[in-house]
């Protein structure tokens, strides 16, 4: 696949996450993230209206021998990545952010963030809000890329294993160009 699935003509679609997907995406959750969401996470983001959604595209003749293996919906589509955004007053909030690992560093992620850039817009948000532990450089530099700037930092408030505690930096995306940049304290 080339850097961006809708670049390199491949189809591609979003679908809401719902009872029939959420053990896929547990599943893949559970294989990526040290600190993984449960099933319990994603079922009360669908409760909540949260949106959540996946990033699916058909398997085609061609694709990579090592995507045999690659997580699968019911119909056979690939599963290449994942998001939960939190709607708000004026706002919406990037909960959770995945690609499957075969598929990373092909345009997901980025793909995924300018559907979320639209939907929050529809939404009148005016600007877009994450957190991310300070040492998932790969993750910043996704959001960087993407416009997302550091407006502040709380100081240890991700778990780690052991005692210690990881930094998470907060992030913002303003959407419309009234929506100021706003200094949040550690
Ligand atoms: C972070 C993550 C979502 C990125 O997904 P992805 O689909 O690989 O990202 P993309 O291919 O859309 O990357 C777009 C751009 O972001 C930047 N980027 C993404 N991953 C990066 C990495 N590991 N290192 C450096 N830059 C990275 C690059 O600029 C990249 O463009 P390029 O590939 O042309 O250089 C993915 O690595 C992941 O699922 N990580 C585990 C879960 C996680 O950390 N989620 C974020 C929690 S806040």
Redesign the pocket.
């Known amino acids: 696949m080339a850097?961006?699935p809708a670049a390199a003509g491949r189809p591609w679609a979003l679908l809401a996450l719902d009872e029939s997907t959420l053990p896929l995406v547990a599943e893949v959750e559970r294989s990526?993230?040290d600190h993984p969401w449960g099933e319990g996470h994603f079922r009360d983001s669908i409760a909540a209206g949260y949106w959540c959604q996946l990033l699916v595209t058909p398997a085609l003749p061609g694709d990579p021998e090592a995507w045999a293996g690659a997580p699968r919906l019911a119909d056979g589509r690939l599963l290449?990545?994942y998001l939960v955004a939190m709607p708000g007053y004026c706002e919406a909030h990037?909960l959770?952010?995945?690609?499957?690992?075969l598929?990373?560093?092909?345009?997901?992620?980025?793909?995924?963030?300018e559907a979320l850039q639209a939907w929050s817009l529809c939404q009148g948000a005016e600007c877009l809000w994450?957190?991310?532990?300070a040492g998932?450089?790969?993750?910043?530099?996704?959001?960087?890329?993407?416009g997302f700037r550091q407006v502040g930092l709380r100081r240890g408030y991700y778990p780690m294993d052991g005692a210690q505690r990881e930094d998470a930096v907060i992030m913002s995306l303003p959407l419309v160009p009234a929506a100021a940049e706003t200094e949040v304290g550690a």
Do not use: F, K, M, S
Request: with cysteine.
């Open positions: 850097a961006d990526t993230h290449l990545a990037l959770n952010i995945t690609t499957v690992p598929h990373r560093r092909q345009g997901c992620a980025r793909l995924l963030l994450l957190e991310v532990r998932n450089l790969g993750a910043r530099a996704l959001y960087e890329r993407q």
